[in-house]
């Protein structure tokens, strides 16, 4: 359920649950209760710094990430802003909680490094490796096939994490799952799509590689926080696992997109449900 305004300070938390707020992260993350998230996943602005259209050898333009809301005036602003973020998320992160950050080379250091001195407790970092890959079109560095994810506790002395070890071990044919991940980029049907056929979302992330790590790090019931919630595919691999989810978005085309994907989402679990009791 998509609430266009955030919710009064010191709402409940059951007010919150399965909806996607459209404002600021920042504005309603103030407003959730302190300690009430079990997991965070965060897939924030890269600040990709592009200064040119990206053009193929071909003369074909890109379809690069160009938004205003990845649009930083420099390292120092986009800095302040990450420091604001994640201070936020861990007022309202449980103690027994843990984040999820993803980023690409041009910003998931300077995101550790923040994480660090903001006193989370990096537990691993993740690599997602694309199976296929944007090349590079120029030909003048390696082509970029993997990011980044960084997963944390709120601090060195957190207890009582989630860990879905032995789950993780057998998704893995019986062997410790492994800190590579390889899952192809967002494409095919999954992939959200206008009227026109233009991508909804520059950066929407495959569902397979959020829903794993919903499983490894949650448990049945826990309330799963995205401030950054896009076209809503970390609250749709909630759903389809049995989490809570609490969604925030600014940008009100990724906000009706996440309703839409949600609704959908929700038709689909609830009729076979349907079906059965029929």
Known sequence: MPVTLPLANGSSLQNWLDRVVCGDCLDVLERLPAQSVDMIFADPPYNLQLRNELVRTDGSLVDAVDDA???????????????????ACRRVLKDSGTIWVIGSYHNIYRVGGALQDLGY????DVIWVKANPMPNFRGVRFTNAHETLLWCKKSERSTGISFNYQDMKRENGGKQ??????????GG???????DGNKVHPTQKPLGLIERVVRSSTRPGDVVLDPFAGVGTTAVAALRHGRHYIGIEQE????????????????AVTMPMLAAGA
């Open 177 to 186: 799952m492994r800190s590579d991940w390889y899952f192809p980029i967002c």
């Open 121 to 124: 407790w990096v537990l691993n």
């Open 69 to 87: 809301w990845d649009q930083f005036g420099s390292f120092a602003e986009y800095d302040q802003f990450t420091r604001a973020w994640l201070k």
């Open 252 to 267: 009100s085309e990724y906000c009706t997109a996440a309703r839409e994907r949600i609704e959908r989402e929700q038709q």
């Open 189 to 195: 049907l999954e992939r959200l799509r206008d009227a």
